[in-house]
């Protein structure tokens, strides 16, 4: 078994195309023995998104501080806030968008047949 501190966790800059003022702390992965699932912290600053992308697994988010735009497949947005949770299926498409003022964070816990 393995406990991080969040504090202790490095956070990197996500620059990745589509990407704007996003970072992201792995909490949790292979490299602590987790051979399942990778537990992922991100954070989008005022202003900043994820790409509108998708991959071949599911994933599952809780948001845990401020609110934002979960943009799904048809491009519609969803007003997601602190203590929401969902699920991101295979193939979905989808991004995170922050029009706010205040950072907006969340868990998204992936597969790590990625």
């Known amino acids: 078994m393995k406990i991080h501190s969040f504090v202790q966790v490095p956070e990197e800059k996500i620059l990745i195309e589509g990407a704007k003022d996003t970072t992201i702390k792995v909490l949790v992965g292979q490299n602590d023995g987790s051979e399942k699932i990778t537990m992922r912290y991100f954070s989008i600053k005022p202003g900043g998104h994820t790409p509108y992308h998708q991959h071949p697994y599911c994933h599952v988010v809780r948001i845990e501080q401020g609110q934002g735009l979960?943009?799904?497949?048809?491009?519609?947005?969803?007003?997601?806030?602190?203590?929401?949770?969902?699920?991101?299926?295979?193939?979905?498409?989808?991004?995170?968008?922050?029009?706010?003022?205040?950072?907006f964070e969340f868990l998204c816990v992936i597969p790590n047949e990625t």
Not at 77 to 100: I, L, M, R, W
């Open 70 to 103: 979960l943009v799904d497949k048809s491009k519609k947005e969803h007003v997601v806030k602190k203590g929401d949770s969902f699920y991101v299926a295979p193939n979905d498409f989808h991004q995170f968008k922050n029009p706010n003022k205040e950072d």
